[in-house]
């Protein structure tokens, strides 16, 4: 059996543990914030309820961590992490932004470590449900770990890719999100927005900045991406959201340091210039300090 600790039982951490349940080989320990006694998530039609025994004793180390935490969330985790992160235990970070493996370094080593980007829109829905949309798409670097981490996984339950340039690949999705997400955020528009030219000329440029800090942090970011980016957003339904749309709607923070907030602290560090994105910063704080 793998002890598998899963952090954060908030939309992805639903996701992941409905997977992770399925492995008869998994036994499944959860660490929750705000208490519960169940997970409920729904997929394809499916509802599912799996019971959460808060009590249960863990009387070795964990093999795994699976933190389903948002970026503001780390600081106030520390403790948590010290006490559940082994020498042994590998610890999966799956979330939005650059660098994961930063908050984690001072309990382990970063070999012990995987970054993950995960697509899998999710979202709760009543009576304490969580509504996942899609089956997850996980990318991680190409490594052995990740070879053991595909192991832990029902093979059709999740569709996992390993990079072979995982630091690219985040980058590109991270420009590409920043820009799309921020804009409709300060808009409060969905895609429809970009009918506009001015608001695609500001995605470009939105784009072009981050093009030239993600180079300068080692990304390899081919000539054509520009253009495969701006093509894509004209073939967007004009209902499309994003997550930072949806949490200036709902109310719920906006993860800026895992978005614009990322690349500016790199452009800081590189001497780059960001006068648009380092603006909708700025915006974007304002809003969550309301
Ligand atoms: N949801 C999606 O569709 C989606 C898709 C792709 C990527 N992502 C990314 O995945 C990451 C996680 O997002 P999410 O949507 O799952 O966020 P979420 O629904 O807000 O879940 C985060 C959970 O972490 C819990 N938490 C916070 N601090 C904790 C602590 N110290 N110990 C234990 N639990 C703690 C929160 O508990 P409380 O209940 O107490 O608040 C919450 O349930 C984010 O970076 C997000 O952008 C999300």
Not at 59 to 75: A, G, Q
Not at 156 to 177: C, F, R
Request: aromatic share 6%; net charge positive.
């Amino acid at each position: 059996m793998k002890r598998i600790g899963v952090l954060g039982l908030g939309a992805i951490g639903s996701v992941m543990s409905r997977i992770l349940v399925a492995h008869p080989e998994n036994e499944i320990f959860y660490y929750t914030r705000t208490p519960k006694s169940k997970i409920k998530i729904q997929f394809q039609d499916k509802k599912l309820e799996i019971p959460i025994n808060s009590e249960k004793e863990r009387s070795e180390e964990l093999d795994w961590l699976i933190i389903c935490l948002k970026e503001y969330h780390f600081e106030a985790a520390k403790e948590q992490l010290a006490q559940l992160i082994g020498v042994h235990t590998k610890v999966v970070v799956i979330r939005n932004g650059i660098e994961l493996k930063a908050s984690i370094t001072p309990f382990t080593k970063g070999e012990n470590i995987l970054e993950c980007m995960i697509d899998c829109p999710t979202q709760p829905i009543e009576d304490n449900y969580y509504l996942q949309f899609s089956k997850p798409i996980l990318k991680v670097q190409k490594s052995e770990l990740a070879k053991r981490f595909r192991a832990l996984f029902v093979k059709n339950d999740v569709q996992i890719i390993e990079v072979l340039d995982y630091k690219t690949e985040n980058w590109k999705k991270l420009i590409e999100s920043s820009a799309l997400g921020s804009i409709l955020c300060l808009t409060g528009r969905t895609c429809s927005v970009f009918e506009n030219q001015e608001v695609v000329d500001l995605f470009k440029n939105l784009l072009r900045e981050g093009i030239e800090v993600a180079k300068s942090d080692g990304a390899i970011i081919e000539s054509s991406f520009e253009s495969e980016i701006l093509h894509k957003i004209t073939s967007y339904s004009k209902t499309k959201g994003s997550s930072m749309l949806s949490d200036r709607l709902t109310g719920n923070i906006i993860e800026v340091n895992a978005k614009n907030g990322a690349i500016e602290k790199v452009a800081l560090q590189h001497k780059i210039a960001t006068p648009i994105n380092d603006t909708i910063c700025k915006l974007l704080r304002q809003i969550n300090q309301n």
